[in-house]
């Protein structure tokens, strides 16, 4: 059973930012009322849950809807409603929220951080000083220090969140320098000890169709008789078996120095310093074709651009979940069609690989019981993201796969053209 805390980190992910900050908003309004029709009674005063008395609140804490992707607007209208307020009905019930919406203009946009502390600071002590005849340098003081708190406030988050993203990077690439040292370690291994058996296997094949050709064998009869043998006791070695040998020698031979030779060229790739991710969206279409056959037809379907706006590990990732994907088409379903799509929603790209089954019968001689789904989830979660597959339609089957455009832990000079998460 999955943990309360993931089950609301995958929920939460699944939800697009408008809907996040909209549900927010509703949470801070219903806050609000609360705080509000508390104060009333503190007071003394009669509550009234009339439209009237709810809709002044429910319009400061509507700003919040915007407070991710147009957080000045969202600060102007916040301060604009609770100007009004504090004029026409001579409320600041909610004032709390407008400080909630600076907060958070100062962590999404902290370039700005000095026009958001000036005009915090000057509507603060405009607001809190109107009407007073008499002004003394101490409230003054109160009041900007209260208009420079949200400022302040939220760009020590955005601070502490890159200090967290700075951490994780350095953390993540001394990971990365570890296993590169460990996989060159166990290539230099497997090199030493795989490599000098084959070569010997190779040397030894070789030498013994030497002594084969030396004894004549090599061409298809044994070798005269010596030391007194008989015309009879030669003929007792059946004719050919000197070059079926030679024959056997030579597949050995050959077949071990292609090995070697595949061994290296496989281990060298431990070893790139390049620190290539590996495949990408454009061979996607390579790998559907290879995939396909005439039992098999795969199509795709994917956005345009991909590579240049997505990081090349979320771009690998996606490549190594779908060919697992159409390799279990391959191995466990009966489908003649499958298909693949590869969006861009909202900072993430949604994988689907797509059959409609059904499966293949129980006593088929089918390989199973692998970790290939495990495998695409644990990539899929390496990068923050989630993988899922299950049963899908009527007898089909579906893998989806939702990953970062930019993964969390990315090294900070990707190569990547543009990247807008």
Known sequence: ?????????????????????????????????????????????????TPAWAAPILAACA?????????????????????????????DAGIWVLGLIVASAAYHRH????????????????????????????TVSVYAAAGAAPVTIGYALRLRADRAVQAARLRRAREEQA??????????????????HLSAIRLQAVGARRTLTGHGCAAGRTPAAHDGETDREADRTPAGHGCEADRALAGIAELSAEALA??????????????????????????????????????????PDLDSTVHPETAACAYRI??????NVARHSTATTASVAVRRRSGRVVVTVDDPGPSRPADDN???????????RDRAAALGGDCHAGPHGRN???????????????????AVRQVTP
Do not use: K, Y
């Open 1 to 49: 059973m999955r943990r309360p805390a993931a089950f609301l980190a995958g929920v939460r992910r699944r939800v697009p930012l408008m809907g996040r900050d909209a549900l927010l908003a509703c949470a801070v309004a219903i806050i609000a009322l609360t705080v509000s029709a508390l104060n009333d009674r503190w007071h003394g005063q009669p509550v009234e849950l």
């Open 63 to 91: 700003p919040l809807v915007l407070r991710r992707r147009l957080p000045l607007t969202a600060v102007v209208a916040s301060a604009l409603v609770m100007l009004a307020l504090g004029l026409a009905l001579e409320r």
């Open 111 to 138: 370039r700005l951080r000095s026009l958001l502390l000036a005009g915090s600071v000057g509507w603060a002590v405009a607001a809190g000083l109107g009407g007073r005849p008499v002004v003394d340098l101490a």
């Open 179 to 196: 296993r590169s040292q460990e996989a060159a370690r166990i290539a230099r291994e497997v090199h030493d000890v795989v490599g000098h």
């Open 262 to 303: 595949e061994i290296r060229a496989l281990l060298a790739t431990l070893v790139r310093s390049d620190g290539a991710p590996g495949e990408g969206f454009a061979d996607l279409p390579a790998l559907v074709e290879r995939s396909g056959g005439p039992a098999l037809a795969v199509t795709l379907e994917a956005d």
């Open 322 to 327: 779908v060919q697992e994907a159409l390799t």
């Open 366 to 376: 089918v390989p199973g019981g692998g970790h290939g789904l495990t495998g695409m």
């Open 396 to 414: 089909g089957w579906r893998v989806r796969a939702t990953l970062p455009v930019l993964p969390p832990q990315a090294p900070a000079r990707a």
